[in-house]
T-cell receptor
């Protein structure tokens, strides 16, 4: 069990560019979550998947954001036409619904800076 | 509705005790507690699932009062390693019907332990 991994760890992009982040959950974890965290705030929920199905998406999530988990394993989060307000740490977490109590294990995050 | 945490910050000397509170204006099904150190991902501490439930984790324990819609995290005989920001998270935000969904986190409580 190597934990949740995210790639890249840092991304600097210019306003208007598209970016894509990847998350590899703990193997056998069927639920995968995306959160966004800005300085001094708690993680803010964006969306989550159970296997390949996207079950919930925050109403706060702009249409510029899209996420996929095509084979029920890794997931990608794409932001189109990035804005300076998108600068944040993007966290991925995973859990399993077949054991435990729903504890979520977080990856190290991808820090996005939009210039 | 974002849970409200108090206090916002606590400064302790090593060996002292602390209590961190988390309250919600909506019905709570469970409360999740995480600790985050600067520049790192949140780390799971414990989940409280039932009203009146208490749990312990090393010298960190928590209670959950479902009727009062609040939870408290107790840190006894604090150690330097306890420093960080503590977040409570509740499943089922305004966009969800509850259950083991994405978490809505409070703004966090900053805990500083001095030697």
């Amino acid at each position: 069990d190597t934990g949740v991994s995210q790639d890249p760890r840092h991304k600097i992009t210019k306003r208007g560019q598209n970016v894509t982040f990847r998350c590899d959950p703990i193997s056998e974890h069927n639920r995968l979550y995306w959160y966004r965290q800005t300085l001094g705030q708690g993680p803010e929920f964006l969306t989550y998947f159970q296997n390949e199905a996207q079950l919930e998406k925050s109403r706060l999530l702009s249409d510029r954001f899209s996420a996929e988990r095509p084979k029920g394993s890794f997931s990608t989060l794409e932001i189109q036409r990035t804005e300076q307000g998108d600068s944040a740490m993007y966290l991925c977490a995973s859990t399993t619904t077949t054991s435990g109590e729903g504890e979520q294990y977080f990856g190290p995050g991808t820090r996005l800076t939009v210039t | 509705q974002q849970p409200v945490q108090s206090p916002q910050a606590v400064i302790l000397r090593e060996g002292e005790d602390a209590v961190i509170n988390c309250s919600s204006s909506k019905a709570l099904y469970s409360v999740h507690w995480y600790r985050q150190k600067h520049g790192e991902a949140p780390v799971f501490l414990m989940i409280l699932l039932k009203g009146g439930e208490q749990k312990g984790h090393e010298k960190i324990s928590a209670s959950f009062n479902e009727k009062k819609q609040q939870s408290s995290l107790y840190l006894t005989a604090s150690q330097l390693s306890y420093s960080g920001t503590y977040f409570c998270g509740t499943p089922g935000g305004p966009y969800s019907g509850g259950g083991a969904d994405g978490l809505t986190f409070g703004k966090g409580t900053h805990l500083i332990i001095q030697p």
